[in-house]
C-alpha cells in the first residue's frame, strides 16, 4: 500500500513537471530530489541535525512520560490531586505547545533547554490527559470483582486499574511522541541555529528545494517510525490487557 | 486510519462491551466539588510570579510580572494593535480551516463509498500525511513567500487531514445492517444514500471540522512565528525580539482565550447539530 502511494505520487510530480514546466528551483524533479536525499544521508552534517532534533525530542518526550504518567495517575486517584490541578490543567492546555516558544526564547535563548522545555510540554499534557482518560474509564465489573476479592487502594490502583488502562496510556504515549516531534520542528523554525527544523528553513532561504523536499520526506519517514513503533506496541498490549483475557 | 486526538476528561465508552464509567471506589472523584481548591494553584503562581519579579531584576528581564503583562494588553487594546492582529490572524486561522472542511468533506465521502477512486487516491494521501505540516512552511514560504496565501496553505494542509481522516472513516464504517434493513424495506440505492450515508457522513464532518478548527488557530501561530508582518504570532516574535516578555506573555494569554473561545463556539455550533444525526 505504502509502495504503491510513493510510486503514484512520483508519477503525478513527474507529470505535472511535463505538463508545466516550473522551474527546477520551484519544482524539482523526483531524480533530483531522490539524488540529494543520498547526499545528504552520506553527510555527517546532515545526521548531526538528525541527532540534535532526535536528541532535543526524546530528552523532553522521556521527562514527559514520567511527569505525565505521574500526574495522570495522581490525578486519576488521588482526590487532592484531582481537585488541585485539573482547572489549572484544563486552563493550560490551551496555551498550545507552540505558544511558548517565542518566550521559551528569552528565557533560555538558542540553548538546548529551551527545545527541550517544548518537547516536554507538549508530551507532558498530552500523556497526564491520555493516561487520566484511560484510569477513568473502567470496566467496573473488573473493579468490582477485583474488590469484592479484598483488594484495597494502592493495590487495585497498581495491579487492577493501570494495568487494565494500558492501552489507553499507550495510546497517550504514541499522541505525545507525535506532538513532541511536530512542537520540536516548530521551535526548530522559529529559534534554533542547527536541527532538522532549521535545515529545511535555511535550505529554503537559499532556494535549494531539492534539499527542502529531501528533509521533509526525512521528517516525515522519522514521524512515519516514531507512530509506527507506537502502533506495535499497541497490538501487542492489546492482546494481553486485563479485559482482553476476560473476554 | 482512524482519528486520532486525545482524550478529553470524561468517562469513556467500552468497545469491548461492559459497562464502563468512572471507577467508584471512593476514588479520586467524590461530586462534591471543593473547587475553590482548583484556584489555589493558579493564585499562589500569579502571586509567587508577581512578588518575585518586583524583588528580582533579572527575573523581571526573562519573564517580566503578570501586571505588565496586562499593562501591555490594555495598550494594545488601545491602541488598535490587538483588533488588527486578531483580524490577520483569524482571517488566516478560519481561511484555511473553511478552505479544508470545503474540499475535504466531499473528497472523503466521495472516497469512502468507491473501492476505485480510494485505491488510487488513498495511497497517495496515507504517504503524504506523516510528513507534519510544520515541514511544509519552508516550501511553502519558497513558493507563495511569507503572506496571507502562504499561511493559508499550510493552515489548509493541517485541517485536510484533520476532516478528511474523520469524513473518511465516519462515511465508510457504516453498519452494514442499517444498510440491509433499508434494502429488506425496499428502499432506492437515492434513499439509502439520503437517510443512512449522509448522517453518517455529516457526523464525521461535524467531529472533524471540530477538531480542525483548534489545529487551525494553533497552526496560525506557527505559520505567524516564522514569519509575518502582523497577527497575533508575529506580535509575540515581535516582542520576544524586542526581549519584551511582558509583551510576548500577553500575547499567550490572547492566544489562549481565543483558542478556547474558538473551541467553546465550535462546540456549542457542532455539538448541537451532532446531536440531530445521532
Not at chain 1, 29 to 44: A, H, Y
Not at chain 1, 127 to 143: G, H, K, P, Y
Not at chain 1, 195 to 212: H, Y
Request: hydrophobic share 55%.
Amino acid at each position: 500500500m505504502g509502495g504503491v502511494g510513493v510510486a503514484l505520487c512520483v508519477l503525478a510530480w513527474e507529470l505535472m513537471i511535463q505538463v508545466k514546466h516550473p522551474l527546477p528551483s520551484v519544482l524539482p524533479r523526483p531524480s533530483t530530489v531522490f539524488g540529494e536525499l543520498v547526499t545528504l544521508l552520506s553527510s555527517s552534517a546532515f545526521y548531526h541535525d538528525i541527532e540534535l532534533s532526535l536528541f532535543r525530542v526524546f530528552a523532553g518526550y522521556l521527562l514527559g512520560v514520567a511527569s505525565g504518567l505521574a500526574v495522570g495517575i495522581g490525578i486519576a486517584r488521588v482526590r487532592l490531586v484531582r481537585d488541585l490541578l485539573t482547572p489549572s490543567l484544563q486552563a493550560l492546555r490551551f496555551i498550545i505547545p507552540f505558544a511558548w516558544i517565542p518566550i521559551a526564547a528569552v528565557i533560555f535563548g538558542l540553548s538546548e533547554a529551551g527545545k527541550v522545555f517544548i518537547t516536554w510540554y507538549a508530551a507532558f499534557f498530552v500523556i497526564a490527559f491520555n493516561t487520566e482518560a484511560a484510569l477513568d474509564s473502567m470496566e467496573t465489573t473488573v473493579v468490582n470483582a477485583a474488590r469484592t476479592l479484598g483488594a484495597r487502594r494502592a493495590r487495585l490502583t497498581f495491579s487492577v486499574i493501570i494495568p487494565n488502562a494500558f492501552p489507553g496510556i499507550i495510546t497517550g504515549l504514541r499522541l505525545g511522541l507525535g506532538l513532541s516531534w511536530i512542537s520540536l520542528l516548530a521551535a526548530e523554525l522559529v529559534n534554533a541555529s542547527a536541527g532538522l527544523g532549521f535545515f529545511i528553513l535555511q535550505q529554503s532561504a537559499l532556494l535549494e528545494t531539492p534539499s527542502v523536499i529531501a528533509g521533509m520526506i526525512v521528517i516525515g519517514v522519522i514521524g512515519y517510525l516514531m507512530n509506527g513503533a507506537f502502533r506495535l506496541v499497541e497490538s501487542y498490549v492489546g492482546k494481553r490487557s486485563l479485559s482482553g483475557e476476560l473476554s | 486510519m482512524t482519528a486520532e486526538q486525545p482524550t478529553p476528561i470524561a468517562g469513556g465508552r467500552s468497545r469491548r462491551g461492559g459497562a464502563r464509567g468512572r471507577v467508584q471506589d471512593g476514588g479520586a472523584d467524590d461530586g462534591r466539588g471543593r473547587i475553590w481548591l482548583g484556584l489555589v494553584v493558579p493564585v499562589t503562581f500569579v502571586i509567587v510570579w508577581q512578588v518575585a519579579s518586583t524583588f528580582s531584576g533579572p527575573l523581571r528581564e526573562v519573564t517580566s510580572s503578570p501586571w505588565a503583562a496586562l499593562r501591555v494588553l490594555g495598550d494594545d487594546a488601545r491602541s488598535g494593535v490587538l483588533v488588527s492582529d486578531l483580524k490577520t490572524s483569524l482571517a488566516e486561522a478560519i481561511g484555511g480551516w473553511l478552505l479544508a472542511c470545503l474540499i475535504a468533506s466531499p473528497l472523503g465521502v466521495v472516497m469512502a463509498r468507491s473501492r476505485t477512486l480510494s485505491q488510487l487516491l488513498l495511497p497517495a494521501i496515507e504517504v503524504v500525511r506523516p510528513i507534519s505540516p510544520v515541514a511544509w512552511i519552508p516550501l511553502t514560504i519558497l513558493w507563495l513567500g511569507v503572506g496571507y496565501e502562504e499561511k493559508l496553505v499550510v493552515i489548509f494542509i493541517i485541517c485536510f487531514f484533520i476532516v478528511f481522516v474523520n469524513v473518511y472513516d465516519g462515511a465508510r464504517l457504516i453498519d452494514p445492517l442499517l444498510v440491509k434493513a433499508a434494502r429488506t424495506l425496499t428502499a432506492s440505492r437515492l434513499r439509502i444514500a439520503i437517510h443512512v450515508l449522509m448522517p453518517a457522513a455529516t457526523r464525521g464532518i461535524l467531529v472533524g471540522a471540530q477538531y480542525a478548527l483548534t489545529g487551525a488557530w494553533g497552526g496560525m501561530v506557527v505559520t505567524e512565528l516564522v514569519g509575518a508582518s502582523s497577527g497575533i504570532g508575529y506580535r509575540m516574535r515581535f516582542y520576544g525580539s524586542a526581549l519584551r516578555p511582558d509583551g510576548v506573555v500577553a500575547g499567550m494569554v490572547v492566544v489562549a482565550i481565543v483558542g478556547w473561545l474558538l473551541d467553546r463556539i465550535a462546540k456549542l455550533l457542532f455539538e448541537r447539530f451532532l446531536s440531530k444525526y445521532r
